[in-house]
């Protein structure tokens, strides 16, 4: 699992922090979202026979605003035009396919390229401008002329005004056809093709808002199911609804939780419980979710318990009290899977992000920093030492720096490349090639 940067670091030059990080389904682009709305799409370096190494670098290959900042007048309230979200559509022509959303609003953009333009218009000159129609004397027949490569972002569809809570999740459902949207309380499905309407398949907002107990942290659909998705709470279950049993999905199919064990109960107990993301694995058969301090993987067919836990920062629970205090003990880290299911990855503080083998039950912490990431260096593998002697390749718990935190994190769907989202900047980093 060692781990090279495959070029420069792509540092956004605006101090505008990355906020989502996706690759398309072929790994070819890559999208970042950032908190000024805008959408960066990195486009992979093709390989050429002058230079081999070359491939892998990625580039910037399309910037533009996807959200602005909007005022809901009803409510008093500013909505912010951060990116909350990307997920790619599967690629069937030239153009590429992305739903992108802020809290409220998720748009389908197309990004096309254009490498003609036509030229000899009857009805306008060159310039575009109209022609006095009595000056028109013969007809001619427009041309297209190769002009220098244009990478055009559209807008296509704008699915707005369903959400009164922040959406956190959008997911393409396997069908290709329909997607969700989740915020707190409830969860919308969409057509493509339908922007006016939505259709509500689950709603946990109480009659009486005094009795909400929990809310909706994250929602996927099931990569090749398209009956089936997931959702996670702040209570840290996790339920898996059937959309064949009922057209509101208000009784879940299963329910997966762990029991608590009350010797570790504490009064951080249901805060470190709730869960930040939830992840299908490629094949279908598990589920990864995150919570502050790890990562579990269940199996679909075991609901009591989670196969697999691993401790992400579990050094950080003697600094509980310290985290509540500066608020990053409500971070929301994220996780991704390798594209074999064998791999899983999150983030944690200090720049740090953590991988874990699930076959050999190996792990590794690596740091995401300017200065190892220079082009063909190997990242060395951080370790973090909790009191007594240090070594002097260790980091002590009381020296790391919570401002820096790793939440966004990307894995190629075939390859082993991923994206990390460090703040303002975003790293690239490839398996080493020997």
């Known amino acids: 699992m060692g781990c090279a940067p495959s070029g420069a670091v792509l540092q956004d030059p605006a101090p505008d922090i990355i906020s989502t990080v996706e690759f398309n ?57 951060k990116i909350n979200k990307i997920r790619w559509l599967p690629q069937h022509n030239a153009a590429y396919f992305l739903l992108s959303t802020n809290d409220k ?35 001619r027949v427009p041309v297209l002329r190769p002009m220098d490569l244009m990478v055009e972002a559209t807008p296509r569809r704008v699915f707005a005004n369903a959400h009164t809570y922040h959406i956190n999740s959008i997911s393409v459902n396997s069908d290709y056809e329909t997607y969700m949207s ?9 057509n493509f093709e339908i922007t006016n309407q939505s259709f509500n398949i689950v709603d ?31 209570k840290g279950t996790i339920r898996l609804c059937d959309m064949r049993a009922a057209a509101l999905c208000d009784r879940h199919a299963k329910f997966f939780e762990e029991p608590e064990d009350p010797s570790n109960r504490s009064f951080f ?18 589920i990864m979710t995150r919570d502050y ?15 697999e836990t691993y401790q992400v920062h579990d050094y950080l629970r ?50 995401a920093s300017r200065e190892n990431s220079k082009p063909r260096a190997v990242l060395k593998p951080r370790k973090v030492c909790v ?3 240090r070594r002097k390749d260790e980091i002590s718990v009381d020296s790391l720096d919570f401002s820096k935190k790793i939440l966004h994190t990307a894995w190629h769907p075939s390859e082993n490349i991923i994206a990390v989202a460090a703040t303002n900047n975003l790293y690239i980093f490839q398996d080493k090639v020997n």
């Not at 036509?118 to 109209?130: A, I, S, T, V, W």
């Not at 989740?182 to 969409?190: E, G, K, S």
């Not at 099931?222 to 996670?232: D, I």
């Not at 993987?297 to 989670?306: C, F, G, Q, S």
């Open 25 to 81: 389904h072929t790994g070819e682009l890559l999208a970042t979202g950032d908190k000024g709305g805008r959408v960066v799409i990195f486009q992979r370096e093709q390989e050429s026979k002058q230079q081999p190494q070359r491939r892998g670098e990625y580039n910037v290959y399309s910037t533009f605003q996807s959200h602005e900042p909007e005022f809901d007048y009803l409510k008093s309230l500013e909505i912010e035009e």
């Open 105 to 139: 609003t998720v748009k389908l953009w197309k990004v096309s390229e254009r490498d003609k333009r036509p030229e000899g218009y009857n009805l306008k000159d060159e310039d575009g401008r109209l022609r006095d129609p009595s000056m028109i004397t013969t007809l």
């Open 182 to 190: 989740a915020d707190d309380l409830r969860i919308n499905l969409w």
């Open 204 to 234: 946990i907002k109480p009659a009486n808002m005094e009795e909400l107990t929990e809310v909706i942290t994250a929602a996927e659909f099931h990569p090749h199911h398209c009956n089936a998705f997931v959702y996670s709470s702040s």
């Open 269 to 286: 107990s249901e805060i470190i419980s709730s869960i930040s993301d939830v992840k299908f694995s490629h094949s279908g058969r598990y």
């Open 293 to 307: 301090l790890t990562v579990k993987v269940w199996d679909l067919n075991m609901e009591n318990r989670p196969m």
């Open 318 to 367: 003697s600094k509980l009290c310290s985290l509540y205090e500066n608020d990053c003990i409500f971070d929301k880290f994220e996780c991704v899977w390798n594209g074999s299911d064998s791999v899983i990855m999150t983030g944690s503080y200090n720049n740090f992000f953590r991988m874990f083998d699930r076959n050999t039950k190996r792990d590794v912490t690596l740091e």
């Open 387 to 389: 009191g007594g002697k």
